[in-house]
Structures are given as structure tokens and as C-alpha cells.
């Protein structure tokens, strides 16, 4: 077996070699220095947005708080009552004619109805004796009795 001769290269080849590598090094240093460049303008540029979104939140939050304490301030205003009037003293005026008084009336005062009450399903006399016992026929009477003084009192 016959081995092939090692290829051997020729000086302007070396040279031109030598020409192309520091060609490729220089072209690779500059791509370096593109790419650390774009990167961080890439950093700088999220930064920039965090801030402004966190400047963003900070003012959404602050306006929220304003609105919350300007709610609480007008809740926090009581309503003083208004005071009443105190009556005038009485000037007397000396006349031979009866004295007459100014009688102030107070204030109506509110008027609370009662509720009606639902009334038990009635029963005849018949079936209340039929199923008697000691504290039904008490709670008829009372009724009844009640409902009686009402027609009194009211009824006219």
C-alpha cells in the first residue's frame, strides 16, 4: 500500500491563510462587541419598562388610596343634629284682660303601629274541647279577653 504524500502548502497560500484568519478574528471580535452591545440595550430597555410599570402600579395605587380616604372623610362626617330652638321667656304684658299663655306643642312624635300579628287557625269550640289541655284553653281565653278590651278601647 502506497501512502499518499502529505500535501504540503505553498507560501503564498500560507500567507493568503494567515490574511483570511485575522480577517475571520477581527470579524468575529466585532460581532462580539454587537452582540454584548444589543444585549444590553436589550437589559436597559426591560429595565425602562419594570420602572414604568412600577411607576404605572405606584399611581394606580396612590389614586386608589386617595379615593379610599376621601370616602372614609365623608363617611367620617357626622351629622350634628340641629339644635332646638329653646322658647322665648314669656313677656308679661300688664293688662286688665286675662292673661293669656303661649303654650308651645312639642314636636309630633312618630306614631308606631303594631304589627298584626297572624292569627292561629281557629278553632271551633268543639274541637278545642275535643283536644284540650289546660294551656290551650288558657291561651283562647287570653285572647279572647284581649281582643275584647281592643274593641273597647278602639272601638269607638
Do not use: C, H, W
Amino acid at each position: 500500500m502506497e501512502t499518499k504524500p502529505k500535501r504540503v502548502l505553498s507560501e503564498e497560500t500560507l500567507k493568503k491563510l494567515a490574511i483570511a484568519r485575522q480577517k475571520a478574528n477581527e470579524v468575529r471580535k466585532k460581532n462580539l462587541e454587537i452582540k454584548k452591545f444589543e444585549n444590553e440595550n436589550e437589559k436597559y430597555e426591560k429595565e425602562k419598562e419594570k420602572k414604568i410599570k412600577e411607576e404605572k402600579r405606584d399611581e394606580a395605587y396612590n389614586a386608589i388610596i386617595e379615593l379610599k380616604n376621601k370616602q372614609e372623610q365623608k363617611t367620617k362626617k357626622v351629622i350634628k343634629p340641629k339644635p332646638r330652638p329653646q322658647p322665648k321667656p314669656e313677656q308679661i304684658e300688664e293688662s286688665s284682660e286675662e292673661e293669656e299663655e303661649e303654650y308651645e306643642e312639642p314636636p309630633p312624635k312618630k306614631v308606631i303601629k303594631p304589627k298584626p300579628r297572624p292569627q292561629p287557625k281557629e278553632l271551633t269550640d268543639e274541637d278545642l274541647y275535643s283536644k284540650a289541655n289546660i294551656e290551650m284553653l288558657r291561651a283562647r281565653l287570653y285572647q279572647q279577653t284581649k281582643a275584647r278590651l281592643n274593641n273597647d278601647l278602639f272601638g269607638y
